[in-house]
């Protein structure tokens, strides 16, 4: 697949604040690496970023840097939000958070087929005050 192509998917996906998946494949996959959980389909996929980003938090994704090779992008950026319901445990605090986040995209035919979630979770936990 070309660059642009890449480039093209994951701008969009970016830009709708994922709320568009039309550029996720039927199978995608969605990994969150600091706990193996796993998100199968399109609709398990739109499930969890409806959690994190307007059930747990309300939250945004802002874009630090976005690199694309072909098959592949990374996006590097901010998790910025409210804390507002139950998130891992933690009932919700009201407490803003400011989280570094890397998501790890794997394409094919222009779609997105997998996604592999780097959360800052340490950042997280403390922002929300779970650690010392």
Known sequence: MSVERTRASIQRYIDSQHAD???MADDVVFTHMATGDEHRGVEAVRGMLDYVYHQAFDARAE????????????LEGL????????FAGIPATGREV??????VYDLADGKIRRGRVYLEMPVLMKQLG???
Do not use: W, Y
């Not at 874009?63 to 990374?74: E, P, S």
């Not at 998790?79 to 139950?86: A, C, L, P």
């Not at 400011?98 to 998501?103: E, K, L, R």
């Open 21 to 23: 998946l039309s550029m």
């Open 63 to 74: 874009t630090r840097n976005v690199i694309c090779d072909g098959d592949h992008a990374v």
């Open 79 to 86: 998790f910025i939000g409210k804390h507002i319901g139950e």
């Open 98 to 103: 400011q989280v570094p986040i890397c998501v």
């Open 130 to 132: 779970a650690v010392g």
